[in-house]
Structures are given as structure tokens and as C-alpha cells.
């Protein structure tokens, strides 16, 4: 259940004014509100009365919450709506820590930013009517979020790291609209068909001793399809932070969208160490979810050992997740400084176990790369395809080419240079 912190609630006679503003925050940050909603919610707060903090809060709850992932943004609003200048300045730090006078006194928790953006969309933050948590001669910070076509085509192609906070933001909404499309996989199994390439002796037989041994027509069959697993692992060292954030945000989304094609999505974070953040990833409200995988990743921001955590995932996990054909996403730079020929194996083991094995790396955003790290040079004769993973358009790239087996990327190019090289 939510914490519920005490909170002053004001005494005004706009408080239909500020219900409805309210619903319309609730309604930004993701939850399915109308205008009955906000109805019902003026009429039980009517009824309900307003003079008990408690009361208030639990009556709006019961309007605007119906499933429990709504219940952590509906605080988080309630709180940075209803009067909390402290909570103001806290997420306008959050979210524009650029600006010097407003300090960042503790972590942003589970649907913290969600609640910022639907308060400050388009707007400085607009508390309730006759709330004020600032002296007047205080300079007024805008927050302008909207963005014009050329602009979002310039996000499109910008670099992660060199996005601001807001830009940030952006391109998260950006991805969480992408899906990794995938094509079915035709399996050793058939289904009976009249136009199937396979004959059915088994069904044939059946047939006949229904018509008294009698052999009429024979059954036919076609290859029953099956959906393929995608596992997805993530480098999460200091390198990689800025990276591997946003890329997590793209990996709720493919992990959580229905219908999309994969039969499992499994998620794995590594640094110095092996995590496995799939069941994280399967919640559905995206602060909470990477919330908890931060915390079940000790490793975050910490150096890379690419060797030893692909050894631990083909030794515990390969078996149990790379069945029935997997595509393999990869996702790091490759700076790796230890044994190149043990990485060479395991990352040999992993090509070998896979369907598809997929080389996301930042560093091709860079015109004049070339695999000169001993890491890189280790891993890349072991991989399928090797792509750009540095911007939108590179994971938009990816949704198109990822069921194309033809399709190597920078591989080819890459690997003639390493052979020049040698």
C-alpha cells in the first residue's frame, strides 16, 4: 500500500478548480481518466467532506485508482500537488538540475519523475489555488516541453549522453512507442492441412481405419509456428551508465508489450557480475520496475568483466532461456581488459547457442571506429550483426532489421579492418 504523508489541505472555495487540475495531472502521467471520473470524484468528496486529511486522500484514491501499478503515481501527484513546496523544489531539481540555488537532497523514488512531468508539462508548477511555497520576488522557472517536428527528427539522431534532462525524458516516451517485430519460427511440429508439403502417415492411418482399412486420401501437414525467446544482456558499467538507463526504459517496453511476437523476453544486467532482471522488467509501471532492477544490480556504474559474466550466463542461464531458438541482444562497449581468449570462447559459446546473436555497441556512433580494443577484437568474429546503440534512430534501425538474417551490420566492414590489421 502507499505511504501516506500529512498533508495541509486547503481550505478554498475552487476546490472543484483544483480536483479537476488534479485529474488532468493524473491523466498526463498515465492514468485513464474521463470526465465521469472527475465527476464522481467532486460528488464523493461532497459527500465525504474535506476536513479530514485522510478522508480526503482515500476518497480520491477510490475515484481515480483501479489497478494496484496506479497506486504509486496516484501518491506521488497527490503528494506534489496538495500543498508540498518542499516536493516542488525536489523535483524541479530533478528534472532541471542544471539550475543553481535548488539542491538534490535524496533519490528519486519509483514514479517520482512520471509526477514532475504531468505537473510540469508546458508550465511552472501550478499548486492549488491560494498555495504559496516561495517569497515573491522569487524567479519563476518555465519548463517548456513541447517540441516542433524538427526537433523531434534532431532527438531522433542525437547521441544519449549528450541529451539534457529533458531530451532525456523525451526519448524515453520516444522508445516506449518502438516494438522489436519478430517473424515466427517454423518448428519440426506440424498441423494438419490440406495443403501441407508433409504427408500425415499418422492421421492417414487414422482416417483409413474409420473407412475400414480402406486407404482413400492422404492427410497432409505444414510446420507449426512458434514465437522465438529474446534475451537481452545489458552492460551496466561506467562506461555504459547513460547508455544502458535509456535502453532499459526501450527493454520495459518490448518486455511488456502484447503481442509482440517474442514468446519470452529475459533481461540480464553485468558489470563485474551476472543479474537477472527479467521478473523486474514484467511489472508494469517503469519506475517501479527499474527501481527494483537498480537495486538488484549491486554492480551499476562499476568496471566490466565481459568474460567472466559471459561464462557465468552459458554455465547457470543458457540452457533454461536460449531453447527453441533465441535472439541474443548484446548490448556494451566491448572495453573489456581481461583474457581475450577466454572471451573469445564464451562469446563463441553464446553465438553457437543462439539463433541470432546481436551487437549493440555506442561507440559506432563514432565515424572513425575501428576495433582496435583487444575486447572488440575478441568478440566481434562471434556475432551475427554488429550495430550502432547510441540514439533513437539506431533502436528504431533495429526494430527493422532484427528479423533479417542477412543483415550484419558494420560487421563485414569491421572485420576487414581487423583482418588488414593482423
Not at 494438419?192 to 499418422?202: L, N, P, T, V
Not at 518490448?254 to 551476472?274: E, P, Y
Not at 531453447?323 to 564464451?346: H, Y
Amino acid at each position: 500500500m502507499s505511504k501516506y504523508t500529512p498533508l495541509d489541505i486547503p481550505d478554498n472555495p475552487k476546490l472543484v478548480h483544483n480536483i479537476t487540475h488534479f485529474a488532468r495531472a493524473l491523466r498526463k502521467a498515465g492514468l485513464p481518466i474521463g470526465s465521469g471520473r472527475v465527476i464522481d470524484a467532486i460528488r464523493a468528496v461532497e459527500a465525504a467532506g474535506f476536513s479530514d486529511k485522510r478522508d480526503f486522500y482515500w476518497t480520491l484514491h477510490a475515484c481515480f485508482v483501479n489497478k494496484p501499478e496506479q497506486r504509486a503515481v496516484f501518491a506521488q501527484i497527490f503528494r506534489l500537488y496538495w500543498r508540498d513546496p518542499r516536493f516542488i523544489e525536489h523535483m524541479m531539481a530533478m528534472m532541471l538540475p542544471a539550475i543553481r540555488g535548488v539542491q538534490e537532497d535524496r533519490s528519486a523514488q519509483a514514479a517520482e519523475k512520471r509526477a514532475a512531468e504531468a505537473l510540469l508539462d508546458g508550465t511552472t508548477p501550478d499548486l492549488p489555488e491560494g498555495a504559496t511555497d516561495s517569497p515573491d520576488d522569487e524567479t519563476l522557472i518555465e519548463v517548456d516541453a513541447s517540441m516542433t517536428m524538427s526537433a523531434e527528427e534532431r532527438l531522433r539522431k542525437l547521441d544519449f549522453e549528450q541529451m539534457s534532462t529533458a531530451e532525456v525524458a523525451q526519448a524515453k516516451r520516444m522508445l516506449a512507442r518502438l516494438t522489436l517485430p519478430v517473424k515466427p519460427i517454423p518448428s519440426r511440429r506440424g498441423i494438419a492441412s490440406a495443403r501441407g508439403a508433409r504427408i500425415d502417415w499418422r492421421g492417414t492411418l487414422r482416417a483409413s481405419m474409420r473407412q475400414g482399412g480402406e486407404l482413400r486420401d492422404l492427410a497432409h501437414l505444414k510446420p507449426r509456428l512458434r514465437w522465438p525467446n529474446l534475451v537481452v544482456l545489458c552492460d551496466i558499467s561506467g562506461s555504459m551508465s547513460q547508455y544502458s538507463r535509456i535502453t532499459l526504459h526501450f527493454l520495459h517496453a518490448v518486455s511488456n508489450a502484447r503481442g509482440a511476437g517474442w514468446a519470452r523476453v529475459h533481461a540480464f544486467t553485468f558489470g563485474t557480475r551476472l543479474t537477472n532482471i527479467t521478473r523486474h522488467l514484467n511489472q508494469r509501471d517503469v519506475d517501479a520496475a527499474l527501481a527494483a532492477a537498480g537495486a538488484e544490480a549491486q554492480d551499476w556504474e562499476g568496471g566490466t568483466r565481459i568474460g567472466e559474466c559471459l561464462h557465468a550466463f552459458n554455465r547457470d542461464w543458457s540452457r533454461r532461456v536460449m531453447g527453441q531458438g533465441a535472439v541474443v541482444l548484446l548490448i556494451t562497449d566491448g572495453l573489456d581488459r581481461d583474457d581475450p581468449e577466454a572471451l573469445a570462447r564464451e562469446m563463441e559459446r553464446l553465438h553457437l547457442s543462439a539463433r541470432r546473436l546481436i551487437w549493440l555497441n555506442p561507440l559506432l556512433r563514432w565515424d572513425g571506429f575501428a576495433p582496435k580494443a583487444q575486447g572488440i577484437a575478441a568478440m566481434l568474429p562471434h556475432v551475427d550483426s554488429f550495430r550502432a546503440g547510441h540514439s533513437v534512430a539506431s533502436m528504431q534501425d533495429l526494430a527493422e532489421v532484427i528479423s533479417r538474417p542477412d543483415d550484419v551490420g558494420e560487421k563485414a566492414r569491421l572485420m576487414a579492418v581487423l583482418d588488414t590489421a593482423r
